[in-house]
Structures are given as C-alpha cells and as structure tokens.
C-alpha cells in the first residue's frame, strides 16, 4: 500500500511556457531570448506572474511558437497574438509537469513532498539562458496544487513542504576536468543529500525529469531508485510514452549503455571464474526478454557451480558438456574448487577440494566394479549379473560390524566410505592417483593430525578461526600439492593442472581436464560477446 508520494522533479529553459492569445485562441509559447534577464526580474519581483494549468492546451502546440524578452517586455509575438495577463501578472504554463499533477490528482495520490531540482549559476554571460527563477516558481506552485508548505529558500526541503535544490550555482558546470567527468559530484552529492532526506519505507518516489540538464536525468533517476529501492514510479514523456503514465523502472527496457557496462563487469568476473558475482551483476537485467537471452546463460553457469541446476536445454555448448552424465562425478567437484581459489574463498575451496576425494572415490567405484547403477542418494549399488565381488568388500571392517558392501537384496548392497571403509575400497581398486590424492588430504599421525586437509576442513567448518589460521590453512594445502604454490595469471592453474589433479582425472579417462575450465570461460565469453542490442 502506497501511504505518500514524493514528487521529483527537474525544470529547466523550457518548462515554463508564456500564455498567448489570438482572439478566443489561447496557445503557450517558449521564451527564446533574453530567459535569464526575465527569470532575474521574476526571482527580484520586478516582474509579477502566475502559474496554471490550462487543460485545453495540447503539449505539442507549445513546441511552436517563441517569443523574446527585451526591456522588460515580451517582443516578436506570433501574428495576432497578445501576451495573457491577470490582474497585471504575466501568466506561465508549466507545461511538462502541468500533466504530470493532472495525473496523480485523477489516480488520487497523497503527495507528501516536493522537490524541483533546477539551477542558478551567476555569469550571466557565460549562463546567459539560465532560468534562475525557475526552481523557486514551480516549487511554489506545487506547494499550492498539493496544499504543501512552500520553502522558503533553496534547500528548505522536508516532509510536508514543496522547495527546490540548486545542485549548480556559482560557476558550477554541468561537467568538468577529473572527476568531475562526465557529470559534476558537487551537484550529483545535492540530489543525493535532497532525496536521501525524503526516502522513507512508507513512501514511494514519482519521478519527472523531463526538463533539466541532460547530464543529471540518469543521476536523479538512479538516485532515486536506490534510496526508495525501487519503490519508483517514472512519469513517461508524453512524446515517448506508449499506454501508461507512470512506469516502474523494471518495465523500463535496459538502456545499450547498461547493457553494454554491465555485460563488460560480467564479463570480468567470468574470467575471474565467479559466476555467481557474474550473475548477480546481470541479474537485473533478467525481466527483460531480450537481455534474457545472456542473461540466462550465465545464470545457468551460476547454477551449475552451485549445485542447482535442473534444466537441460538452452545451455551453452560447455555446459551441456559438463552435465553428460557420463561425465566422472568429481568432475563439477573440481570445477568448484578452482571458482572457489580464483575468487579467494578459501573456506569454500577446503570443502570442494575434501569433497573431491569423496566423489572421485565412488567414480573408482564404479569404475571398478562397473554396476547396473548406482544410486548416491541412498548410497545403494547394484551389482551387474554374473560380478564376483572381492570378498574384502563383503568382510566386516576392523571395530565394525558392517563391510564396504552390504547385502540388501540379489544383486542390491547399501555401500560405505569413510575412515577405515575408504581405506579398504583403496586396497581393493589399486589406483595409484586416488591413494596419492588421499594421502595428500591425510597425510598427518600422531600430533600433527590436527593440520591434515582433512581435519583442517572440520576445523573450518565448524568453529571459529582467525586469519593467520586461515592462511596457515592454505599454506598446508599448498604444500600438499593440491593447490598452486603461486598465483597465476592463466584461468585453470590453481586446481586442475595440479599434477594430483591430472593424474587422476587421467585414470577416469580425461586429459587436460584443464580444457573444460578454459572453454566453460571461453564459451559464456563469446555469449556476452556475441550478444546483439535489440
């Protein structure tokens, strides 16, 4: 439920239109010279005005005339046409926002507050068109239309008062030198102190910013957007609008520039190997049907590391690859183990790197034992017709009364690992690279077992430690070989070119298994890369 609106509003040169007549014809026209020697005498009261809304005056007949302002009165009027005056007041038409208040009075909103964004630099030579009267003129008339108190002065804004910002004044430029390009920080800060004191979590923004500097539309928009966190709503320019009014920034088609910037922060990220800080940067653009179609690539990307992914089609090449089920299990295990060391998250590369033994583990399994199926779920194997196990699996393990295997039914055995079970599955499958890896992540007796990978993954897991434990953590894995002893700068060398690594994935039957990291990258690239504006 929307309980208040705060209207946002940006004005400039042309906003303020001067009422004309010709006979029983009224029309609006724009002030084309001498703007600011006018403003200058509206803002000192030489000059008295008015401010209405006059229904019957469509927007696009304001566009077609123009008038100038000479020595305090308006000269090259149209042919037949008189200036409109009452009771000796000039009498403007806001013209842009005159629809804008006709709307939120038909949709019956509470408008809370008010703020015009305009500006008053002092040069009238370097600022010659400058309509410095502008923000304090319409401020006011809102003030009235929504029955707010009006401020008093630049920057008297609030809940309950309709006032205006100068975010340029003095010499203040739209843009600058540094980091004052592409836009002016000074006036970005004044929109953003403005806005942050109106955005509360009852209220929601309408915003106009039809008028104005080009160069602060897209600023006051995003600022806007952050501190009422969406609670938006954007009037549509009448000329570009097609069926709404008001629109929320979501049903907005990304601008190419956003596509563009945030296709190349994905991008980086992609290379970096997080995918899921990829996806997190793209997902904004998700709504929209024809970003969608990167967009979910690399969300698929994000689900598969994450272990989540349940779709099958509209996958990149490479990850329809990665997904074949005849592909080893600890395949999407060491994948994550090397995402995980090329982001920095430590933690999570001790866990995938232990849980890369356990999953190689069952593809030696069934290497070995080469069942009718397996299901890793209830941990339950069925035996091929005609198999003779090696009766070490069926004997009971040391200080157990189960064995590796355990009969349930002809052919069916719930199977074990762990502890004594992986150290007899070992003597058994007699594979070289899986007892080195094992050795690598327990290696440790006696007192130092409280250092092997292993433990080290409890460890982590499960208490609290603080960094220096942390790094010494690393450099354990390090030492182990199963991570890299330096950093590198090519994509797949913190894991997958480990020499632990390449022998065992040479067993299950892959070489280079590096190749699937840098074509998984190379792949989702392309995407981003090939992507078409549309």
């Known amino acids: 439920m929307i ?8 004005v400039g040169k042309t906003d303020l239109k001067i009422l004309i007549r010709k006979e029983d014809q009224l029309a609006c026209a724009e002030v084309d010279g ?79 507050a008010c703020v015009v964004f305009a500006t008053h630099r002092n040069d009238p030579s370097k600022f010659k068109n400058e309509p410095v009267s502008a923000g304090m003129l319409i401020a006011r008339w809102l003030a009235e239309e929504f029955r707010l108190e009006p401020g008093r002065s630049p920057e008297d804004i609030g ?58 539309k897209e600023p006051i928009k995003a600022c806007a957007q952050f501190h009422f966190r969406n609670r938006v709503h954007i009037w549509q320019d009448p000329e570009f609008k097609e069926d709404k009014d008001w629109i929320l920034p979501t049903h907005i088609p990304p601008s190419p520039t956003e596509s563009f910037r945030i296709r190349h ?3 980086e990220m992609i290379r970096r190997g997080d995918f899921t800080g990829a996806y997190a ?29 349940t779709a099958s089609s509209g996958l990149p090449f490479s990850l329809s690859r990665l997904i074949e089920p005849s592909n080893p299990r600890c395949l ?59 009766k070490r699996l069926i004997e009971k393990i040391d200080n157990s009364i189960y064995g590796c295997l355990n009969r349930i039914r002809e052919r069916q055995y719930e199977y074990r690992i762990g502890g004594n079970y992986t150290r007899r599955w070992l003597e058994v499958i007699q594979s070289k690279s899986l007892t080195q890896f094992r050795k690598a992540i327990d290696p440790y007796k006696g007192k130092q077992v409280h250092m092997s990978p292993l433990k080290l993954r409890n460890i982590l897991m499960h208490s609290r430690v603080t960094q ?13 070989g199963l991570w890299a002893s330096k950093e590198k700068t090519m994509n797949g060398f913190k894991f997958l070119k480990q020499i632990l690594v390449q022998n ?4 299950l039957g892959i070489d280079h298994v590096e190749n699937y990291w840098n074509t998984f990258i190379e792949d989702l690239s392309n995407e981003l890369k090939n992507y078409t504006i549309q």
């Open 281 to 309: 940067l793209a997902s904004p653009l998700e709504n929209d049907p024809m970003e969608w179609q990167w967009v979910r690539k690399i969300k698929s990307a994000h689900k598969y590391l994450t272990g989540i992914l």
């Open 332 to 390: 999407s295990c060491a994948l994550r183990v090397e995402s995980s060391l090329q982001t920095g998250r430590i933690p999570e590369a001790i866990s995938w790197t232990c849980t890369f033994f356990d999953a190689a583990l069952i593809d030696f399994i069934v290497k070995t034992l080469k069942p009718d199926s397996i299901d890793d779920l209830r941990k339950v194997i069925t035996i091929a017709a005609g198999v003779r196990l090696d």
């Open 265 to 267: 922060y994905a991008l």
């Open 34 to 112: 001498g703007i600011r020697e006018l403003h200058e005498q509206l803002l000192n009261g030489d000059v008295q005005c008015l401010l209405q809304v006059t229904a019957s005056l469509p927007l696009e007949e304001s566009y077609k005339y123009k008038v100038d302002w000479k020595e305090g009165s308006f000269h090259n009027l149209p042919s037949g046409y008189d200036i409109v005056r009452e009771d000796n007041r000039y009498v403007f038409i806001p013209v842009k926002l005159a629809s804008v208040v006709r709307s939120l009075r038909e949709k019956n909103k509470s408008v809370v």
């Open 468 to 480: 220096e434990y942390m790094a010494e953590a690393k450099s354990v894995f390090i030492s182990q």
């Open 504 to 507: 065992l994935f040479t067993e």
């Open 3 to 10: 309980c208040g609106i705060v209207l946002l509003t940006a």
């Open 159 to 216: 809940i309950g008062k309709s006032g205006w910002i100068n975010y340029l004044d003095g010499d203040m430029l739209a843009c600058g030198k540094g980091r004052d390009y592409p836009v002016n920080r000074e006036g970005v800060c004044r929109i953003d102190r403005a806005i942050k004191t109106l955005a509360r979590p009852e209220y929601w923004a309408c915003l106009s910013v039809g008028g104005g500097l080009p160069e602060m």
